[in-house]
């Protein structure tokens, strides 16, 4: 009797042992991702990209967690509350120092660039009848600035700085969304956005005629001479109905991780978004998904290292950068 309940006992714990070690194995990885607040392109391609991952891949769980935008996102990365975020460039930068926003916090020694997500500009957006043809138009004009802790916070600030212009206007922090529609009421003047195609403007423009303010050649230089991050590209004439192609400042948007994040995960991940028929179903869900590529090499030199899964999976396939 005893050596029989002694081998059931074995035949138990080894079942025991075997189901552990099986749920080790499938165990869902749960991953937090920032992306922005509705009407912002960060919102729209972390819930396109979160939604094909969780779909297709059993044992990674992602959740779209909706928030300020890249400041926040960084933010919340360095306190560990984020597993990945859609992260401004210069925000890595700045965050390695600490400096600008992330001044008298934590280094941020724990991000990882898992890829390049896009290059986005940022501008300001009226309606034609508000006859504001320039930034200095804007001079006593009521402008939504973007929500807080929105890298359009960070952005738009920056830009007003470098052109004189930040005590010249009267400025909100609102949702991308409600910018729209509070300019489309006549409640505002304008509003400032990041990155491009923005739901926000996309849908302005199928209602009203909206302008994307130029800036001059001159405007350009001082910002690019203020601010090193920010670049002269073209908005496409075919971004927003009626708006022709216009030179903005750029700056590279990244898709970062926390180191905690496993490389078997992270490299997981990449397989799946690099597959043709994923990408393509990624590119369908938001345009801007056509920009992933490796960048390793640009991220580098803003002070922090890529992820070792994003490493190995792009060493593998050829893709890293030397």
């Not at 912002?40 to 990674?60: F, N």
């Not at 804007?138 to 007003?160: D, H, M, Q, R």
């Not at 004439?237 to 192609?245: F, L, Q, R």
């Not at 899964?309 to 050829?318: N, S």
């Amino acid at each position: 009797m005893q050596m029989h309940n002694t081998m059931a006992a074995a035949v138990a714990l080894g079942v025991a042992m075997t189901a552990v070690g099986a749920q080790a194995q499938d165990e869902v990885k749960d991953v937090a991702w920032g992306g922005s607040s509705p009407g912002g392109v960060m919102y729209y391609m972390v819930g396109t990209a979160g939604t094909v991952l969780s779909r297709d891949l059993p044992d990674v769980n992602v959740t779209q967690v909706t928030t300020g935008g890249s400041t926040e996102n960084a933010k919340r990365l360095i306190k560990g509350e984020l597993d990945m975020g859609i992260v401004y460039g210069s925000h890595v930068y700045l965050a390695q120092t600490p400096e600008g926003p992330f001044a008298n916090g934590p280094k941020g020694d724990m991000l990882r660039g898992v890829a390049k997500a896009y290059e986005g500009p940022t501008y300001f957006v009226t309606l034609e009848e508000n006859d504001i043809e320039s930034v200095s138009d804007l001079e006593g004009k009521t402008v939504a600035l973007g929500p807080p802790g929105s890298g359009t916070v960070f952005n738009c600030t920056n830009i007003l700085k470098a052109l004189d212009m930040q005590e010249s206007v009267e400025p909100r922090m609102m949702t991308f969304a409600d910018a729209g529609r509070a300019l489309g009421n006549r409640q505002i003047d304008a509003f400032c956005q990041s990155s491009a195609p923005a739901a926000a403007v996309s849908e302005l423009a199928e209602t009203h005629d909206v302008n994307v303010i130029p800036y001059t050649d001159e405007e350009m230089s001082k910002i690019e001479e203020t601010y090193p991050f920010y670049y002269a590209a073209d908005l496409p004439a075919d971004m927003y109905k009626g708006v022709p192609e216009t030179t903005l400042p750029y700056t590279t948007v990244y898709w970062v991780a926390h180191e905690r994040v496993p490389k078997e995960t992270v490299k997981k991940i990449l397989e799946h978004v690099y597959d043709p028929e994923t990408r393509e179903e990624l590119e369908s869900g938001h345009r801007n998904w056509k920009q992933l590529s490796p960048s390793n090499e640009n991220f580098a030199k803003l002070g922090a290292p890529m992820h070792p899964g994003a490493e190995e999976f792009y060493k593998e396939q050829g893709m890293w950068e030397e």
